[in-house]
């Protein structure tokens, strides 16, 4: 039986791939636990990806990956790569913001990007420390409460049906069990349901592959068809001086290509 996933082979943006050492012929080699997150739209493991600097040079860089829908129905190539701080450049963040997205909240901030505001639901990769953005008018949050609504027979209330769009998971009893629902960068929706209370939302939160782990595991290109599981970050400060030659990197929290 084939594999139902939220994007096909032709979705698959094969020259920005090949931007970080992926060729189009490996692509599909990639591993399992790479390939299918990221053909379903979900953030994947720390990969190893290999930069060609203007300058001629190859920076290796670990990093997530991740395909999302744009405003305009263009697939983008999101990634994330590991940082030693939450960057502020494009997103300006004041301690009030940084608290909620330490504890795995969304916010909503208006952004430029080639001169053209735009509004947008930004969260942190707690592993990598990326910001994660997407636009809020692809994620549809007033269709997915509607639909929560529908399936589960409850009717949500002003004030829940506001804390979501503001970015705030929300428990639901639904009869004697419980429902928390929010918002979830890393999913293809932008959106999430867990069958639980708030605990159980954070806990799912933190299963997510090498999260908190300090030796950084993920998946390295050996060779031309090969990737193996293992360490991609010896020490972060090193990684750091790398990342800061990007000229991208400079201009975006969350390289789109």
């Given at each position: 039986?084939?594999?139902?996933t939220h994007?096909?082979?032709e979705?698959?943006?094969?020259?920005k791939l090949?931007?970080?050492g992926?060729?189009?012929?490996?692509?599909?080699?990639?591993?399992?636990?790479v390939?299918?997150?990221?053909?379903?739209?979900?953030?994947?493991?720390?990969?190893?990806?290999?930069?060609?600097?203007?300058?001629?040079?190859?920076i290796?860089?670990p990093?997530?990956?991740?395909?999302?829908?744009?405003?305009?129905?263009?697939?983008?190539?999101m990634t994330?790569?590991v940082?030693?701080?939450?960057?502020?450049?494009?997103v300006?963040?004041?301690?009030?913001?940084?608290?909620?997205?330490?504890?795995?909240?969304?916010?909503?901030k208006?952004?430029?990007?080639?001169?053209r505001?735009?509004?947008?639901?930004?969260?942190?990769?707690p592993?990598?420390?990326s910001?994660?953005l997407?636009?809020?008018a692809?994620?549809?949050?007033?269709?997915?409460?509607?639909?929560?609504?529908?399936?589960?027979?409850?009717e949500l209330?002003?004030?829940?049906?506001q804390?979501?769009?503001?970015?705030?998971?929300v428990?639901?009893?639904v009869?004697?069990?419980?429902?928390?629902v929010?918002?979830?960068?890393?999913?293809?929706?932008?959106?999430?349901?867990?069958?639980?209370?708030?605990?159980?939302?954070e806990?799912?939160?933190?299963i997510?592959?090498?999260?908190?782990?300090?030796d950084?595991?993920g998946?390295?290109?050996?060779?031309e068809?090969?990737?193996?599981?293992?360490?991609?970050v010896?020490r972060?400060?090193?990684?750091?001086?790398?990342?800061?030659?990007?000229?991208?990197?400079?201009?975006?929290?969350?390289?789109?290509?």
């Amino acid at each position: 039986m084939t594999r139902k996933t939220h994007f096909t082979e032709e979705n698959i943006p094969y020259e920005k791939l090949e931007t970080l050492g992926i060729s189009r012929s490996n692509v599909l080699d990639l591993p399992r636990e790479v390939l299918d997150p990221l053909m379903d739209g979900r953030v994947t493991p720390l990969i190893m990806t290999r930069y060609h600097a203007e300058n001629g040079k190859i920076i290796e860089m670990p990093m997530k990956l991740q395909l999302v829908n744009g405003e305009e129905g263009e697939v983008n190539l999101m990634t994330y790569q590991v940082r030693k701080d939450i960057e502020r450049a494009t997103v300006r963040l004041n301690n009030h913001d940084t608290a909620r997205l330490e504890k795995g909240q969304a916010l909503q901030k208006e952004i430029t990007e080639n001169g053209r505001k735009r509004q947008k639901y930004v969260q942190l990769d707690p592993e990598t420390r990326s910001l994660m953005l997407r636009d809020k008018a692809t994620l549809q949050i007033a269709e997915r409460l509607r639909e929560v609504e529908k399936v589960k027979d409850i009717e949500l209330g002003t004030n829940q049906k506001q804390a979501v769009i503001e970015g705030k998971p929300v428990e639901l009893a639904v009869g004697d069990q419980k429902v928390t629902v929010g918002i979830d960068l890393r999913e293809p929706q932008g959106f999430k349901v867990v069958n639980g209370d708030m605990n159980e939302w954070e806990r799912q939160a933190k299963i997510r592959y090498d999260e908190g782990r300090e030796d950084f595991m993920g998946y390295v290109m050996t060779d031309e068809n090969r990737w193996e599981y293992r360490k991609v970050v010896e020490r972060l400060s090193p990684m750091e001086e790398r990342k800061t030659t990007l000229k991208e990197d400079r201009r975006s929290p969350g390289l789109r290509l």
